[in-house]
């Protein structure tokens, strides 16, 4: 069945520290790969998004993440965290199922930043 | 600037009522989606619809109905039948009618009376 595994309930960081957010797929084809910011009360951004080439994947607001086939993996990373990027942080895989494209979606990640 | 409008942003049902969740976009977007996400777990995808008069059941369609009349409108109804309303509402748009949603809505909070 198709999944995505976000190990991490809550990660807290401080401010100007790195951040890897971790996110597990399990998928039988070729995956589309998201990764969203949602801000309390409301929607959600896209920050960046996997299809297909290079493997490392630039984003918004400084963000990027890695497709590891061989992990099933796409974890978010940035090298430096800024108070404003507190949020819930959401993987997502694209898949094909019943004749339509769909996103599967994490639990998400909480993220704190100390100051 | 273009984006997705949903209103009311917080919304009370009683019991046995229907109520209906707005959902308006501006970015002449093909396609457009209803989720639902409930504390600790991901978004759920309820219907969606790929082009004006048409539209298809998600992974959690019971208890709601959609309708399509216009490219700009995709009003979601939580009808009585849906027995566990309480939820955060998401309505998405797509450019591509095939894709995968790309703009999202602020969101409404359904909650029961």
């Known amino acids: 069945a198709q999944s995505v595994t976000q190990p991490d309930i809550h990660i807290t960081v401080s401010e100007g520290a790195s951040l890897e957010l971790r996110c597990n797929y399990s998928?039988?084809?070729?995956?589309?790969l998201f990764w969203y910011v949602q801000s309390p009360g409301q929607g959600l951004q896209l920050l960046l998004k996997?299809?297909?080439?290079?493997?490392l994947v630039q984003g918004i607001k400084g963000f990027e993440a890695e497709f590891k086939r061989s992990q099933s993996s796409f974890n978010l990373r940035k090298p430096s965290v800024h108070w404003s990027d507190a949020a819930e942080y959401f993987c997502?895989?694209?898949?094909?199922?019943?004749?339509?494209?769909?996103?599967?979606f994490g639990a998400g990640t909480r993220l704190a930043v100390h100051p | 600037d273009g984006g997705i409008t949903q209103s009311p942003k917080y919304l009370f049902r009683k019991e046995g009522q229907n109520v209906t969740l707005s959902c308006e976009q501006n970015?002449?977007?093909?396609?457009m989606y209803w989720y639902r996400q409930d504390p600790g777990q991901g978004l759920r995808l309820i219907y969606y619809?790929?082009?004006?008069?048409?539209?298809q059941k998600g992974d959690i369609a019971e208890g709601y109905s959609v309708s399509r009349e216009k490219k700009e409108s995709f009003p979601l109804t939580v009808t009585s039948a849906q027995k566990n309303p309480t939820a955060f509402y998401l309505c998405?748009?797509?450019?591509?009618?095939?894709?995968?949603?790309?703009?999202f809505g602020d969101g409404t909070r359904l909650s029961i009376l």
């Open positions: 998405a748009s797509s450019i591509d009618p095939g894709g995968q949603p790309q703009h």
């Open positions: 998928y039988g084809a070729t995956p589309y």
């Open positions: 996997y299809f297909s080439g290079d493997t």
């Open positions: 997502a895989v694209g898949v094909l199922s019943g004749g339509y494209n769909k996103l599967i």
């Open positions: 970015l002449n977007h093909d396609a």
């Open positions: 619809s790929q082009i004006v008069n048409d539209f």
